[in-house]
Every structure is written in C-alpha cells, then in structure tokens.
C-alpha cells in the first residue's frame, strides 16, 4: 500500500494525476488528509481522503507520496505523522517520493546528501547535500523526486515502474494514449 499525503494549499495535479495512474495498475493508493478528510488543494478543489494522519497503519506499507504546492509543502512538513512516516520509510528502504516543492522536505531531513535529486525552480538550496539534476523526474535508489505540476504524469508513470515494473508502467501509457 502507498500513503498519499495531502494538506490544504496541496498542488492538485501533482496528487491526483499519479493516484489515478496508480490505481489504473491496480496499486492501492490511501489517501490521507492532515488533520481533516476534506482537504482542499492550491485551486480550491476539495477531495474527501480516504483516511487521516491519526489512523495510519504501517504494516504493508511500500512507500508514500508527497505533492507539492505552497502551502501545502509547509502544511506536510509540520505534521508529525507525515515525518515519522518518511523516517519509517527511510529506516526501511521503501519508496520516497515528492514533487514540486516536497522534496525539500526530504532535504530539510538530510535524506538527499549525495542522491540525485529534482525540484521546483527556486527550491534547489533546500535540497542540503544533493546532486541537483535538471530533469522532469529523477529517481535515486528509493527515493523518487519531481520538478512540478508539469512532471505529474511522468512523476505517476515512475512511480509505477518502481512499484510494479516498467513493462506495467508502459502498458498504463499506451491505455492512457499519453
């Protein structure tokens, strides 16, 4: 299972575009709102999540997915539940990813020092330690990063691949005619 975390100012694209590739795979995907099952995004759309940050549980977790957005980066970044997952996930190899300004939470955590990495325009000196790599999506072992709202579907289709395989990645595209 895969936590995908969302806090009010969260950057719509950059959620819903890789849970729907997600799930198109048959990947179970939770959605977890911070605080609320009602979270609405950075262009006001509200979405009812499918769970919140006090009900977690991590047994079969396989990693999370953290969207950008302002002020939905710093909105993640101050939940506790949201950094004791990464640390979960850190401790136990699973999948990190973040987009667009979330990856400087992983950085903000010194989880970047020496991977390669990506981010939104401006955020790079947050990235403490990276190689910054200028590309729509970078993937350093577990760890998964994006540049933006732009990437989402690349960002999606990566996830994908890491998760299941890329021949599953690939046959999701073509369906998608992307």
Known sequence: MVYLFLANGFEEC???TPLDILRRAN?????????S??????????????????????????????PGGIPGT?????????????????????????????????????????????????????LLGAEIINE???SDNNIITACGAGAASDFGFKILGYLKDERTANDIKNAMKF
């Open 14 to 16: 950059e959620a819903i």
């Open 27 to 35: 990947v179970e995907v939770k959605t977890v709102g911070i605080g």
């Open 37 to 66: 099952n009602t979270i609405t995004g950075s262009h006001n759309i509200t979405i009812n999540c499918d769970t919140v940050n006090k009900n977690l549980n991590l047994d079969k977790l396989e990693g999370i997915i953290l």
């Open 74 to 126: 710093p909105n993640l970044e101050k939940d506790n539940t949201v950094q004791a997952t990464i640390d979960y996930c850190n401790e136990n190899g699973l999948l990190i990813c973040a987009i667009c300004a979330a990856p400087s939470i992983l950085g903000h955590k010194g989880l970047l020092r020496g991977k390669k990495a990506t981010c939104y325009p401006g955020f790079e000196p947050e």
């Open 136 to 138: 729509k999506v970078v």
